[in-house]
């Protein structure tokens, strides 16, 4: 974990934090499994990719991947274009400076089914600004859900903002999109996922 940590004090500058610079810098938002997250990684080895998880099992996982036993974790190869973010993704997108991510992702999140637990959304009208404003103008913020709940507040809240240009989402996995194992399961209990993919409008600033 130490090899692979991004560390807070690179996050004026994420580029640093890379063994080489990245073309570009991506963010996944609880990252799960991790089979997403290194997938992306493999697939494009000329980003950076911060991909952010707090719980143990998902840390875990993820590490299993790039480090299979019986390797030695001290010097086995790791990902030079994947570093962990091990705490809150929104202290991390506060920290960072105005339009560093060219992607954004947020797979399959935590639906806070209960009214009362809606603030805690990633997806909320209070959190949109601030997203937008760690978003170059132009970037791609891809969405994922198959809770019903979770569907209608996406497009409820996406429905009335200035930042982001919404398209309908899509009902099967777009191309470019790695599989995950939370996915196969939602579609094995007969949930249908929805896929969304927006834009950061270029013309609309940030206030403040």
């Known amino acids: 974990m130490p090899r692979l940590a991004f560390p807070a004090a690179a996050a004026a500058d994420p580029g640093r934090a890379f063994a080489t610079p990245p073309a570009a810098l991506w963010l996944e938002v609880g990252f799960g499994g991790g089979e997403h997250a290194a997938a992306q990684a493999a697939a494009h080895p000329e980003i950076g990719l911060i991909a952010a998880e707090v719980f143990e099992n998902g840390i875990c996982s993820l590490l299993s991947q790039l480090i299979p036993d019986p390797a030695d974790p001290a010097t086995a190869p790791l990902p030079g274009n994947l570093r962990l973010w091990t705490q809150d993704a929104r202290a991390l997108l506060r920290a960072l400076p105005d339009a560093a991510l060219d992607r954004l992702f947020l797979l399959?999140?935590?639906?806070?089914?209960?009214?009362?637990?809606?603030?805690?959304?990633?997806?909320?009208?209070?959190?949109?600004?601030?997203?937008?404003?760690?978003?170059?103008?132009?970037?791609?913020?891809?969405?994922?859900?198959?809770?019903?709940?979770?569907?209608?507040?996406?497009?409820?809240?996406?429905?009335?903002?200035?930042?982001?240009?919404?398209?309908?989402?899509?009902?099967?996995?777009?191309?470019?999109?790695?599989?995950?194992?939370?996915?196969?399961?939602?579609?094995?209990a007969g949930r249908q996922p929805l896929y969304w993919t927006l834009r950061r409008r270029p013309a609309v600033p940030i206030s403040g």
């Not at 009208?125 to 970037?139: C, D, K, M, N, Q």
């Not at 569907?151 to 409820?156: M, S």
């Open 108 to 188: 399959f999140p935590d639906p806070w089914p209960k009214s009362r637990h809606a603030r805690r959304r990633f997806v909320h009208p209070a959190a949109l600004e601030g997203i937008a404003r760690v978003l170059r103008p132009g970037s791609e913020w891809r969405i994922a859900s198959d809770d019903p709940t979770y569907q209608d507040w996406v497009a409820a809240t996406l429905a009335d903002q200035p930042w982001f240009a919404v398209p309908p989402p899509a009902t099967e996995r777009p191309a470019g999109w790695p599989p995950t194992r939370y996915e196969a399961k939602a579609r094995a």
